[in-house]
């Protein structure tokens, strides 16, 4: 083989190692770039500020707000959907129609609950009375639709409005609404049951006798339970005291007297034998058992094992009661006597 020829075999390998260091050098360039880019810290757009970042911690900056955001005020401040208005999550349930929170005679409300008003609160016997109520709910600041009910009327309701109610005895109005999913999508089990706890809310209207005029009351006090209230001059019922042995006739009932038992067995015992001593009282704040030999215990019940009793024994047991009376009870041990034979 010519040198010429020799040569010409060795210039095309030459050139293909050649070609594949340039190729190695490229990838190892575009590596490095890669891992210094993300090393640093992610930058925000300057139209939405924000950055998500994917399933492998690479950061994902979008060029303009998403129309379907991950989630309430992802972009920034978030309004609040209609009805729902201010600034989430401050969201203040709005009807539409009223103008604002409690515009229209609808009672404003936030949060995830429920209002009742009644105007006015106490009624002649007769008259009647302006119901209206509001309910709400959200969660992240999106708005569920609300259904639900008041007990004893007017049952089933929206989530707002208003009635007229007109009872003939004071009565307690209970209202009870649920969720049931953003413009009226149902989010509950397929037998219908809501994801959401439900809200409640009460309000009572009392309803005066027929013989009182509203602000010309005649002032008593009376049970309810085992409370006292007053009916005042301008026939509302204000509360005076709790009762701890209950109420009856406008006024707390006293204290029940103190009872108890004490014994005392064996009663009959050898000298410098013992007796077992037992007793309880009701009733009573403290108690005590004391015994003509020595012996002295303390507590509302309790049973106790005696010294040796050489000679006739007397226990006493002396309670105070919660009427600031005093019990007393006693048991007597006796000794059996010893016979000397002459």
């Known amino acids: 083989m010519t040198h010429s020829s020799h040569a010409q075999t060795i210039r095309p390998r030459v050139r293909a190692h050649a070609y594949l260091i340039v190729l190695l050098a490229l990838v190892a360039v575009f590596v490095a770039g890669f891992s210094i880019r993300s090393s640093n810290e992610p930058f925000a757009s300057a139209e939405v500020e924000f950055t998500d970042v994917s399933a492998r911690g690479m950061h994902i900056v979008p060029a303009s707000c998403p129309s379907d955001q991950h989630y309430v005020g992802e972009c920034g401040p978030a309004t609040c959907t209609p009805p729902y208005t201010g600034t989430y999550p401050n969201c203040v349930y709005t009807p539409p129609g009223t103008g604002g929170p409690g515009g229209g005679g609808i009672p404003g409300v936030s949060g995830n609950a429920c209002v009742i008003v009644l105007s006015p609160s106490t009624i002649a016997l007769g008259g009647s009375s302006v119901m209206s109520w509001n309910s709400s709910y959200s969660v992240f600041g ?7 009910s008041i007990t004893p009327t007017p049952g089933a309701v929206a989530a707002s409005g208003a009635t007229t109610v007109s ?29 959401f706890t439900p809200v409640t809310c009460s309000a ?36 005076v005291r709790s009762c701890a042995f209950g109420c009856a006739n406008g006024v707390c009932l006293g204290a029940p007297a103190p009872t108890g038992f004490l014994r005392a067995q064996p009663s009959l015992v050898r ?56 019990l007393e009870m006693t048991a007597v041990v006796n000794v059996t006597p010893i016979f000397d034979e002459q």
């Open 142 to 148: 999106i708005p569920f639709s609300m259904s639900g």
């Open 167 to 195: 009872p003939s005895v004071s009565t307690t109005y209970t209202g009870t609404f649920t969720a049931s999913g953003e413009g009226g999508r149902d989010l509950g089990d397929k037998a219908g049951t809501s994801w």
């Open 204 to 239: 009572r209207l009392t309803v005066l006798p027929a013989n009182e005029v509203p602000g010309s009351c005649s002032v008593y006090n009376f049970c309810r339970g085992s409370d006292v209230y007053q009916r005042t001059a301008s026939c509302t019922d204000q509360f």
């Open 271 to 326: 000298s410098g034998d013992t007796t077992t001593v037992e007793w309880s009282a009701t009733n009573v704040s403290s108690c005590t058992v004391t015994g003509t030999n020595g012996d002295s215990w303390s507590g509302r019940s309790g049973t106790q094992t005696s010294r040796d009793i050489t000679s006739r024994t007397t226990y006493t047991l002396s309670c105070i009661g919660l009427d600031e009376s005093v």
